[in-house]
């Protein structure tokens, strides 16, 4: 216990930032040559950097600065001293390869030290860890942040159904760390096998993609778990930990210690205000092998203003609603998945899933069909009622016109890693 600093005040917080600020930047510009090139092109030295309002002059760094520089495009130390690796999926173009030093690795288990101190955990919970170990950065994050923590890590990492339930039973686990998607396999798994009375599960953290309030209402129904928390991170930032909501579940708390965040609107890259959504950009503070600076996450967020009831005085931002490239447009409407979300959310009848599905029609016009699962509880007799409420929904809210299936609940695919809700076969893309 004790790994959230307490009584930070604004003023420390604010010499830790410009402290880590000119160091990180100093740092970058002294061995990096990407770092080197972007501030050349933007005119400035680390001699500009006197104040935090300073920041909002450096340049951006986005993903495809990354890729340009391929396979360790932000290294700013010898070889000698990066201990590990740790890249992302790379589904579209190259994987992005950050590096780590033993003091990188040290700051992440503390980081996510503090994220299971903030739910509540305890050195007697026994967390069940459901995430895929490797290059991607979640099971290392998650068991990293548990050893360092002092709880017992079960380390199950991408197995079957049939070995994770019977692990879940046989230890019983009280944490179950996973995806969304993950967390929903297993939840309609433990039903179906009539499995709740024999697990012990009091916690779920789920992190990784954007989910909807009825998918995780939806998994805790089913698994009997009250407390669910939301993990955020990014390979670029360690990994998971960048954040957590506490038990108030009114916001994601982030470490300023240790991150100087941002919200810019995508288009004109200028900051909005607070309580504002825009992408969040991220400059490290300690980084020492991959330092970013002002890099664009393309995640989709706001900073939620005030004092958080639970009384830490780290501030917080809203849950991701999804990323500024995931936009879609739909006969002339700018349309991001969340949008569907919220359509979808509060109507009886309807499951936590869907698909978006759109197509290029011969005449020329685009199709767009929302493939719905309906809720366990609903009837087949009610599709053609609740098809033409979704439509309707869809036409008032979004303004556009789709086809709605209603399918049986369990009818769409289940992962045991990231959703893919939206299938767009009018170019070839997905995502
Ligand atoms: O997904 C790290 C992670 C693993 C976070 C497990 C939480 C739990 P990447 O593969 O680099 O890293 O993907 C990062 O995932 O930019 C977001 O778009 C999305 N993402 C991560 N956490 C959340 C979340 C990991 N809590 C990308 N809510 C990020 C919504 C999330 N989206």
Known sequence: ????????????????????????????????SLYQRNFAKAGITAQDVRSLDDLQNLPFLDKHDLQADYPMPL??????????????????????????????IDVWADMFARCYELSGMTRQDRVHIAVGYGLWTAGAGFQLGCERFGAMAVPMGPVNTD??????????????????????????????????SKIKLNKIILG???????MRNHIGELLGVDEIYDIYGLTEVYGPGAGLDCTAHEGIHFWDDLFIYEIIDPVTLKPVADGEVGELVI??????????????????????????????????HD????????MFIYR??????????????????????????????????????????????????????LSAMISDRLRR???????????????????????????DNRNGNSS
């Open 1 to 32: 216990m004790g790994f959230i600093p307490q009584n930070l005040t604004r003023e420390a917080i604010k010499k830790i930032q410009l402290d880590g600020l000119r160091w990180t930047v100093n740092h970058a510009l002294a061995n990096s």
């Open 75 to 104: 290294k700013s130390v010898s070889d000698e001293a990066v201990v590990r690796i740790h890249g992302s999926s790379g589904t579209t173009g190259k994987r992005k390869v950050m590096c780590y030093t033993q003091k990188d």
């Open 163 to 196: 070995m994770h339930v019977e692990m879940l039973v046989d230890m019983q686990s009280t944490v179950f760390c996973s995806t969304a998607s993950m967390a929903l396999l297993m939840a309609e798994e433990v039903k179906k096998r009539g499995l709740l």
């Open 208 to 214: 990784a993609e954007r989910h909807s309030d009825a």
């Open 283 to 316: 400059t490290s503070l300690k980084k020492e092998a991959s330092p970013l600076i002002r890099y664009r996450t393309h995640d989709m967020t706001r900073i939620i203003p005030g004092d958080c009831p639970c009384g830490l005085s780290f501030p917080r």
């Open 319 to 326: 849950r991701i609603q999804g990323r500024s490239d995931d």
């Open 332 to 385: 002339a409407v700018n349309i991001y998945p969340n949008q569907i979300d919220l359509i979808l959310d509060p109507m009886d009848g309807v499951g936590s899933e869907y698909q978006i599905v759109l197509d290029h029609q011969e005449n020329g016009r685009d199709m767009m069909t929302l493939k719905v699962e309906r809720s366990d509880s609903a009837s087949t007799n009610d599709d053609t009622a």
């Open 397 to 423: 809210k979004l303004l556009v016109r789709a086809a709605v299936e209603i399918l049986d609940p369990e009818a769409l695919p289940r992962t045991q890693k990231k959703s893919q809700r939206v299938f």
